[in-house]
């Protein structure tokens, strides 16, 4: 098997584990976490995601971020709505110190599965080539993998939150 189809496989078993944990509760334990994790950025310029699909919303946290300090999402410029998200209509960039970055799958070792575009990779290799930049995976427990599979391109995360408990690394 090749990594591309590992990968594929990996992905489609997190995906079935994440829907059914999207909805069974636990996003306010999740949200008090990342409240938690977040809280020595208070006034830092930090970056969330509008979620897609099933996966766990951070806007509750994000919305109260924005009373102290900046917060954006990302933008994929050219792509208007891909994978169905949401992009603002308008607004400044902002150049995050904190990133809450969503994730398919992710292990003990702060390894994360994205959709396979290295969209967050990229960002964060030429963001933490630049300062130091904190990546924070969020997520639900069930897409827990024992091991995942990896790329000498892949970021590591800093953090995982989810509604159970917060990884740092």
């Not at 997190?14 to 334990?29: C, N, P």
């Not at 109260?64 to 169905?84: H, K, S, Y």
């Not at 967050?120 to 924070?136: G, Q």
Request: hydrophobic letters at 45%; aromatic letters at 6%.
């Amino acid at each position: 098997m090749t990594l591309d189809e590992i990968k594929t496989t990996a992905r489609k078993e997190a995906f079935a584990r994440r829907k059914l944990a999207h909805g069974a509760g636990g996003d306010e334990a999740a949200q008090a976490h990342l409240r938690e994790v977040l809280a020595p950025y208070q006034g830092k310029a930090i970056a969330g995601y509008m979620p897609i699909r099933t996966e766990i919303s951070p806007l509750p946290v994000m919305a109260e971020l924005a009373a102290q300090g900046p917060v954006g999402v990302p933008v994929i410029l050219g792509i208007e709505g891909a994978f169905g998200a949401m992009v603002p209509e308008d607004g400044v960039e902002v150049v995050p110190d904190v990133l809450i970055v969503p994730l398919v799958a992710f292990d003990r070792a702060g390894n994360r599965l994205g959709y396979g575009g290295g969209f967050y990779d990229r960002t964060l290799e030429k963001l933490r080539a630049a300062r130091p930049t904190i990546a924070i995976g969020y997520a639900y427990g069930a897409q827990e993998a024992d091991s995942l599979p990896l790329e000498p391109t892949d970021q590591p995360l800093d953090a995982i939150v989810t509604e159970a408990e917060v990884l740092r690394f």
